[in-house]
């Protein structure tokens, strides 16, 4: 028998509730009852939609035999979230006719899961959304905040909208096929909550790696869903990042720049995937913090082992310039004026956002790197 769901609700202007349980992607009522109007278009990526698409467009038919349904599928991998996806998600829109009542389904990881959002809320200038999230990093923060994206080669998300979702449904069965690399890429994004703000969640963390590696169903439902809680109180004090949101970017100035300095990763090549990439630049941002005296070289340390026991980068890959990632972090959307802006520690649980970072501690850490 399935556990009972864990909910967690999100408040704010736009309230909605995010539902963690396996077998969610079943549940014809609850999908169904989403969508407001006729149409519904389910976003997915070529690696998801063989695997669970079906099975959620015959669950949409079972509740609401009258729903047109059109399926947009895009090529797995980073390298899809771009302009020319977004405008052929749209064109989905259109083919389908779809009314202003219209619902996108976001079904996939983090990529889907921005460039589905970002399309229904350019669509008729909005229309709902819900998340299904199927990668952990998806199911912890992706799918829950309503920041919706595309990349252009200057940078990550850099074109994109504050939009939230109507509904999340994290069905936990779908963990099971995702593959151990991205599943720690998830565990990245965990264990930035720790970081940030939560000293025994970490230390939690630290104790039950092996069954969170392991793919435990209960331990990965109680990591989502304290995750999600934690994302949950800061995105309803602060839905379109003027403050306390931006702490959730620990470590992604850093990362981003790797990002987009090796191109973004994509099935085809071994470059740094998101959580990865995050994961490096959670030292870094560390490293920094220990070098401007905010927090002691123990508490990176601490860090960096943690993520690592979690069988995650801690360096910056070879061959990237740190000048080069320096230009890069200068285009972060958190600058303001010029300065760089960013999430930094003054220890473990304890990170706070410093304007006008000095570009010169930054370069070193990055050639220390
Ligand atoms: N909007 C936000 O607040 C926010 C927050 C964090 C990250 N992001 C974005 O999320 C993206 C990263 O998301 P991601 O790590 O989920 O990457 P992803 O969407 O590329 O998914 C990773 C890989 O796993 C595959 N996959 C997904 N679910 C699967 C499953 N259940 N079984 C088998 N394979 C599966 C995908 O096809 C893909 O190849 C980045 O673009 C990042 O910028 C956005």
């Given at each position: 028998?399935?556990?009972?769901?864990r909910?967690v609700?999100?408040?704010?202007?736009?309230?909605?509730?995010?539902?963690i349980?396996?077998g969610?992607l079943h549940?014809?009522?609850?999908l169904a009852a989403?969508v407001?109007?006729?149409?519904?278009l389910?976003?997915?990526?070529?690696?998801?939609?063989p695997?669970?698409a079906?099975?959620?467009r015959e669950?949409?038919?079972?509740a609401?035999?009258d729903?047109?349904?059109?399926t947009?599928v895009?090529?797995?991998?980073?390298a899809?979230?771009?302009?020319a996806?977004?405008?052929?998600?749209i064109?989905?829109?259109?083919?389908?006719?779809?009314?202003?009542?219209?619902?996108?389904?976001?079904l996939?990881?983090?990529?889907?899961?921005?460039?589905?959002?970002?399309?229904?809320?350019?669509w008729?200038?909005?229309?709902?959304?819900?998340?299904?999230p199927?990668?952990?990093?998806?199911?912890?923060?992706?799918?829950?905040?309503?920041?919706?994206a595309?990349?252009?080669a200057?940078?990550?998300n850099?074109?994109?909208?504050?939009?939230?979702?109507?509904a999340v449904?994290a069905?936990?069965?779908?963990l099971?096929t995702?593959p151990?690399?991205?599943l720690?890429a998830g565990?990245a994004?965990?264990i930035?909550?720790?970081?940030?703000?939560?000293?025994?969640?970490?230390?939690w963390?630290?104790?039950?790696?092996?069954?969170?590696?392991?793919?435990?169903?209960?331990?990965?439902?109680?990591?989502i869903?304290?995750?999600?809680?934690?994302?949950?109180?800061i995105?309803?004090?602060?839905?379109?990042?003027?403050?306390?949101r931006?702490?959730?970017?620990?470590?992604?100035?850093?990362?981003?720049?790797?990002?987009?300095?090796?191109?973004?990763?994509?099935?085809?090549?071994d470059?740094?995937n998101?959580?990865?990439?995050?994961?490096?630049?959670?030292?870094?941002?560390?490293?920094?913090s220990?070098?401007?005296?905010?927090?002691?070289?123990d508490?990176?340390?601490t860090?960096?082992?943690?993520?690592?026991?979690?069988?995650?980068?801690?360096?910056?890959?070879?061959?990237?310039?740190?000048?080069?990632?320096l230009?890069r972090?200068?285009?972060?959307?958190?600058?303001?004026?010029?300065?760089?802006?960013l999430v930094?520690?003054?220890?473990?649980?304890?990170?706070?956002?410093?304007p006008?970072?000095?570009?010169?501690?930054?370069?070193?850490?990055?050639?220390?790197?």
């Amino acid at each position: 028998m399935n556990p009972a769901p864990r909910t967690v609700a999100v408040g704010g202007e736009h309230p909605y509730a995010i539902t963690i349980a396996p077998g969610l992607l079943h549940d014809a009522g609850a999908l169904a009852a989403q969508v407001r109007g006729r149409h519904a278009l389910l976003v997915s990526d070529a690696n998801v939609a063989p695997l669970y698409a079906a099975q959620v467009r015959e669950a949409l038919h079972r509740a609401r035999a009258d729903l047109s349904i059109g399926t947009f599928v895009l090529p797995a991998g980073e390298a899809s979230k771009t302009l020319a996806q977004f405008g052929h998600a749209i064109e989905a829109l259109a083919a389908l006719g779809a009314s202003r009542d219209a619902c996108v389904f976001a079904l996939g990881g983090g990529v889907v899961g921005d460039l589905a959002g970002f399309a229904a809320a350019c669509w008729m200038r909005g229309v709902d959304c819900v998340q299904l999230p199927t990668t952990l990093l998806a199911m912890v923060d992706s799918s829950v905040g309503g920041k919706t994206a595309v990349d252009i080669a200057q940078g990550k998300n850099l074109v994109g909208a504050f939009h939230p979702p109507r509904a999340v449904f994290a069905d936990t069965a779908t963990l099971r096929t995702l593959p151990a690399r991205e599943l720690r890429a998830g565990l990245a994004e965990v264990i930035k909550y720790g970081a940030i703000r939560d000293a025994r969640f970490l230390q939690w963390l630290r104790q039950e790696r092996e069954s969170l590696l392991a793919g435990d169903d209960e331990a990965l439902a109680l990591a989502i869903a304290a995750s999600c809680e934690h994302k949950a109180e800061i995105v309803e004090r602060d839905p379109l990042e003027q403050g306390e949101r931006a702490l959730l970017n620990l470590g992604h100035t850093f990362g981003h720049a790797i990002e987009t300095e090796q191109g973004y990763g994509s099935p085809d090549n071994d470059n740094l995937n998101h959580g990865e990439a995050v994961a490096v630049g959670m030292v870094l941002a560390a490293r920094l913090s220990a070098a401007l005296g905010m927090a002691g070289e123990d508490d990176a340390e601490t860090l960096r082992a943690l993520l690592r026991d979690y069988g995650l980068p801690t360096e910056i890959p070879a061959g990237l310039a740190p000048e080069a990632l320096l230009a890069r972090m200068r285009l972060d959307k958190k600058n303001l004026a010029g300065r760089l802006r960013l999430v930094l520690w003054r220890g473990i649980g304890r990170a706070e956002v410093v304007p006008d970072v000095d570009e010169a501690a930054v370069l070193a850490v990055l050639r220390a790197g």
